[in-house]
């Protein structure tokens, strides 16, 4: 089949205001740096802002709630002729029809965990196969519950690549009978190369205790306010107790969503104390760079953590997704102790004890990290291996 795109096309992309999204796109781009690479985005001015834009070409996606009349013509469409592809031919025309491209990375990791974006994705998947390309999903997560739903395992079937990220996933995708085009490799993110930057008065390198919040984990939280008085008790806690500066550190500033929002609730209390800073709006590279200068680290964003965890920093996961635990297990051979679910939050210093039964294994998750990590962030790179395949075989029978 002849192409009119001879470009990996990465799809499913948020934006870099997400420095976990910017992080990925950073990593893969890296990884495959000899195949010309296009980034679909839905924010373009946010990929030109960070580390993005010298990488893969960017190409802001068509957004159809921005124009009345294609949405409602559209909208017809798909109810009269049952055509639920037909907004994805819109948002994504650019890259279909005569652009089409032969291999389509799906690289929303999470895509598949929220209902909207888990329709998205399955559509999205079906339109570019009914095309004739051919589709990864590029270092996944799934909930195991949700591969009990027939249309996600056919939807799974569909890819000529699965990467799942940890275990969990890797695991449920066998048990829902979707093994074939399935290879796990850790997160592309775990390959992400720090960039030095300048450290703030108060930040003590080394003996700082790196803190990431963020607004989602407070939607899951059985109790109201738990997760914030857990953080305040913790920080508390420190501040009294040990010698230890802390560094405030946010990881997406998207406007629906943004750390900095929580992160300067909890600085308010403490502003004007030279033992806490707070960190400000950073590409990714550069947060890796501040969380690899830290003591230890507790996070509730999954590339904080994993920046964290591939630094050699002993880490503490605020979570509460397969995510965090499979991440955790394949590092540690358990998530317990090493993943704080925050659904189970019920007492206003859980988190304190986590902390401090860390703090006790210090050297010894360190010491572990340490053994396990050098190997697991080439592995993370390997993946692109598996790209390299794909493109060569699509070149190659396209070429018979």
Not at 61 to 75: M, T
Not at 255 to 279: A, W
Request: overall charge negative.
């Amino acid at each position: 089949m002849d192409y009119g795109n001879e470009k990996i096309v990465m799809y499913l992309h948020g934006g870099s205001g997400n420095h976990g999204c910017e992080a990925i796109v950073n990593s893969t781009c890296h990884m495959i740096e000899e195949i010309p690479k296009l980034l679909v985005t839905n924010s373009e001015q946010e990929d030109r802002r960070y580390s993005v834009e010298p990488l893969c070409d960017i190409l802001q996606e068509r957004k159809i709630a921005e124009h009345f009349f294609a949405h409602v013509w559209y909208y017809a469409w798909r109810l009269v002729f049952r055509d639920p592809e037909s907004f994805m031919r819109y948002r994504f025309r650019e890259v279909m029809g005569k652009n089409l491209a032969p291999l389509y990375l799906s690289i929303g990791g999470d895509m598949y965990c929220y209902e909207l974006s888990k329709r998205e994705a399955v559509t999205a998947n079906s339109a570019f196969n009914r095309a004739g390309a051919k589709t990864v999903l590029w270092g996944c997560s799934l909930e195991p519950e949700l591969l009990q739903e027939p249309e996600v395992v056919e939807d799974m079937k569909r890819y000529a690549l699965i990467t799942p990220r940890e275990s969990i996933t890797t695991e449920a995708l066998a048990a829902a009978g979707v093994t074939e085009n399935v290879k796990q490799f850790p997160d592309p993110a775990f390959a992400l190369q720090p960039q030095k930057t300048k450290l703030p008065f108060g930040f003590s390198e080394g003996n700082t205790i790196g803190i990431n919040i963020s607004p989602m984990i407070l939607r899951y939280e059985e109790k109201d306010g738990i997760t914030i008085m857990n953080y305040r008790k913790l920080i508390d806690h420190i501040l009294e107790t040990t010698d230890c500066h802390i560094a405030l550190i946010p990881h997406v500033m998207w406007k629906y969503n943004d750390d900095r929002l929580t992160i300067h609730e909890l600085y308010g209390v403490y502003q004007g104390n030279d033992r806490v800073v707070k960190f400000e709006d950073m590409s990714c590279q550069m947060i890796k760079y501040v969380i690899s200068r830290c003591r230890a680290f507790i996070g509730a964003r999954t590339h904080s953590t994993i920046a964290a965890y591939s630094s050699m920093v002993p880490t503490l996961v605020v979570g509460y997704s397969v995510k965090a635990k499979g991440i955790a297990r394949d590092i540690f051979g358990t998530w317990e102790n090493y993943v704080l679910p925050v659904q189970t939050l019920s007492n206003p210093e859980e988190l304190i004890g986590a902390f401090e039964w860390m703090m006790e294994r210090e050297e010894e998750i360190r010491g572990q990290l340490q053994k396990v990590m050098p190997d697991y962030c080439k592995k993370a790179a390997a993946a692109g291996d598996e790209i390299r395949r794909l493109w060569r075989e699509l070149h190659e029978s396209a070429a018979e």
